[in-house]
């Protein structure tokens, strides 16, 4: 049968994207390259939106990219069902477009964070997390400067109860993001959000593990067994 | 031509990290007294017309849409 295909926005600002469409191959999938100023998903089976500074993040990271032309057709999409991962402003971008709770602020130590750093993933359950084991704790880099995940109250109980808290930091909590998340869910588990990036730990020669490389081959087996 | 303001602030819960290195830096400075400060950020928005209510609707529109994450931050607006 055809590989999956696995679209990935790039948007003015966006980094990761060729890593990411990288990550999708080493996984077994097509990568797909989308435009964020097209209003055409292609036809893909699934959406990464990845790391970088869209739009410059100006006003707030993700705030203007919520916008893009493309962004019509990917949030009634993944209403649908689309599987959708958001990496790092990928994150900030599904808050600010309101297909996850919460919103992500400047890291609580003002500095732009760089680490290698170890995770438990907490829901394995997901479109994107199905090849982990509930508890098993990974190494996967962080780089961020607006990774402070924020929620009110009501909102964290809930994730906390609902099993959509993805993924927790270990060891510290780089950006003070509240019940040190690291990634969350929608409540179909179709949305994924993550801070840290996986597409960043899929070789040994360039990673400090192979560990995130879980997060493409979960979404390219569900999709070959769908 | 009327010129609107919109201001917008972090909500109170939530932590402003900037707000408080900037608090710490005071006293240092000779700035004595100051318990808090929090750093929010300020849109003068420029309007073809007067600023009736019509205008003033619609600038509370742009802020709720674009200028604040109602999510995370308050705005008010205000004619200058």
């Known amino acids: 049968m055809d590989a999956a295909r696995v679209g990935i926005i790039t948007f003015p600002g966006s980094l990761d994207d060729k890593d990411a469409a990288r990550a999708v191959r080493l996984a077994g999938a097509e990568p797909v390259a989308l435009w964020h100023g097209d209003h055409d998903l292609q036809g893909v089976d699934a959406v990464v939106l990845p790391g970088g500074f869209s739009y410059g993040d100006y006003l707030r990271a993700g705030a203007i990219a919520r916008f893009a032309p493309l962004m019509t057709e990917l949030v009634a999409a993944a209403g649908d069902g689309l599987p959708v991962l958001g990496i790092c402003n990928g994150f900030q971008v599904l808050c600010e477009s309101h297909l996850l ?3 992500l602020l400047p890291n609580a130590g003002l500095h732009f964070v760089c680490r290698d750093q170890r995770l438990r993933v907490e829901n394995a359950d997901t479109a994107w997390t199905s090849e982990y084991s509930e508890g098993q704790e990974v190494v996967i880099p962080v780089k ?6 924020t929620a009110d109250r009501e909102t964290l109980i809930e994730l906390a109860d609902s099993g959509r808290i993805v993924a927790r930091y270990l060891d510290l909590n780089p950006n003070g ?4 998340i690291a990634g969350i869910c929608n409540e179909a588990g179709n949305v994924v959000g993550l801070m840290p990036h996986p597409e960043h730990a899929v070789e040994s020669l360039t990673g400090p593990s192979t560990d995130g490389l879980g997060f493409f081959s979960s979404i390219v087996n569900r999709l070959v067994s769908a | 031509m009327a010129r609107v303001v919109v201001d917008v602030m972090l909500k109170p819960e939530i932590l402003d990290p900037q707000g408080q290195a900037i608090a710490r830096k005071l006293p240092q400075l000779g700035f004595e007294g100051v318990v808090a400060v929090r750093q929010g950020k300020r849109f003068e928005v420029e309007l073809e017309g007067d600023a009736d209510e019509d205008a003033l609707e619609r600038v509370g529109k742009i802020a709720e849409t674009l200028l604040a994450n109602p999510v995370i ?3 008010e607006v205000h004619v200058l």
Do not use: V
């Not at chain 1, 961020?144 to 995940?149: F, M, P, Q, V």
């Not at chain 1, 993001?177 to 040190?180: I, R, T, V």
């Open chain 2, 73 to 75: 931050e308050n705005y």
């Open chain 1, 101 to 103: 709770p919460g919103a």
């Open chain 1, 177 to 180: 993001s509240l019940d040190d």
């Open chain 1, 144 to 149: 961020n400067r607006d990774g402070r995940y």
